[in-house]
């Protein structure tokens, strides 16, 4: 058994910061890339951005410069440090891993969602 478990989420006032962290655990043999999506009410699932293994990254265009996604491969765990946070941040944020277990299966995990809100 795989999961993500995430924290961190919550609701904090335009122009303020959150982190969000995840971690995997289970009959883990490697990570691969490791990211962060959110679906906000009415929309579809976005990727937010993701970070390979290897530690190269991209983002959202909407989210470039005002957040930062780490990992720590030893941990198995993947944050996600948002700045200067809008009411259009707004959303539900998802980890998502790509892991090989034990067994030799690949598959693409998702935590259960942590809610995060903007709004004065």
């Known amino acids: 058994q795989v999961q993500l478990v995430e924290s961190g989420g919550g609701l904090v006032q335009p122009g303020g910061s959150l982190r969000l962290s995840c971690a995997a655990s289970?009959?883990?043999?490697?990570?691969?890339?490791m990211g962060w999506y959110r679906q906000a009410p009415g929309k579809q699932r976005e990727l937010v951005a993701r970070?390979?293994?290897?530690?190269?990254?991209n983002y959202a265009d909407s989210v470039k410069g005002r957040f930062t996604i780490s990992r720590d491969n030893a941990k198995g765990t993947v944050s996600l440090q948002m700045n200067s946070l809008k009411p259009e941040d707004t959303a539900v944020y998802y980890c998502?891993?790509?892991?090989?277990?034990?067994?030799?299966?690949?598959?693409?995990?998702w935590g259960q969602g942590t809610q995060v809100t903007v709004s004065s």
């Open positions: 970070i390979t293994s290897g530690g190269s990254t």
């Open positions: 289970g009959s883990i043999l490697s990570i691969n890339t």
């Open positions: 998502n891993a790509i892991i090989i277990d034990r067994l030799a299966t690949i598959r693409n995990y």
